[in-house]
């Protein structure tokens, strides 16, 4: 992390995939709502530019990698206390293409950043979030998860979010950890 995180304040988030789109807006609803912000993306240089305008710290970090979410989870809390509350927005996105010109390894990528490293996400703060007896966690879906869309492998892997999200909130509910998820829309013609 580059920036240190206010010692006062609320409590302390991290929005993964905060550097642009509805991670960083997230992030600055909540930090003008009083939470102490880390600001965790993929993209060094957006993560800086937003927690530099919301008064946050910045961490890189790539969703898709388990060990890099499991030690930025540990640092975090390490250095600035128990995490209250995670939002998950980090995604890719892939080309409108039919199943059979869609090359595999967009499919495999689409699905591990979008669906996998999500779990990675959720199983690295979730975890502490449950030990600690506390927490919220919110994973960003996709209206695309229940409908039928051009984007099979974004779809399929929004549509394993909100399964994922439905299974962590009955596992880690009664520990007082909320786990919830937003399924955006977005015009599709």
């Known amino acids: 992390m580059t920036q240190q995180i206010p010692a006062a304040g609320g409590a302390l988030a991290v929005v993964i995939g905060g550097g642009n789109g509805i991670g960083e807006e997230t992030a600055r609803l909540m930090a003008s709502r009083g939470w102490r912000?880390?600001?965790?993306?993929?993209?060094?240089?957006?993560?800086?530019?937003?927690?530099?305008?919301?008064?946050?710290?910045?961490l890189a970090?790539?969703?898709?990698?388990?060990?890099?979410?499991?030690?930025?989870a540990a640092a975090i809390e390490a250095?600035?206390?128990?995490?209250?509350?995670?939002?998950?927005?980090?995604?890719?996105?892939?080309?409108?293409?039919?199943?059979?010109?869609l090359p595999l390894e967009v499919w495999e990528r689409t699905v591990h950043v979008n669906l996998t490293g999500t779990y990675y996400a959720n199983r690295a703060f979730g975890t502490r979030m449950a030990r600690q007896g506390r927490g919220s966690i919110v994973n960003i879906a996709s209206i695309a998860a229940i409908g039928s869309v051009p984007v099979h492998?974004?779809?399929?892997?929004?549509?394993?979010?909100?399964?994922?999200?439905?299974?962590?909130?009955?596992?880690?509910?009664?520990?007082?950890?909320?786990?919830?998820?937003?399924?955006?829309?977005?015009?599709?013609?």
Do not use: M
Not at 170 to 177: D, F, H, P, T, Y
């Open 37 to 58: 912000l880390a600001v965790a993306d993929l993209d060094p240089e957006a993560a800086e530019r937003v927690a530099g305008e919301i008064g946050g710290a910045t």
């Open 61 to 72: 970090l790539d969703i898709a990698d388990a060990d890099a979410v499991e030690r930025a």
């Open 153 to 189: 492998a974004y779809a399929s892997s929004k549509a394993g979010v909100v399964s994922l999200t439905l299974n962590l909130a009955g596992e880690w509910g009664r520990a007082g950890v909320r786990v919830n998820c937003v399924s955006p829309a977005r015009r599709w013609c």
């Open 79 to 101: 250095a600035h206390g128990p995490v209250g509350a995670l939002v998950v927005a980090a995604a890719v996105f892939q080309p409108v293409l039919p199943p059979a010109e």
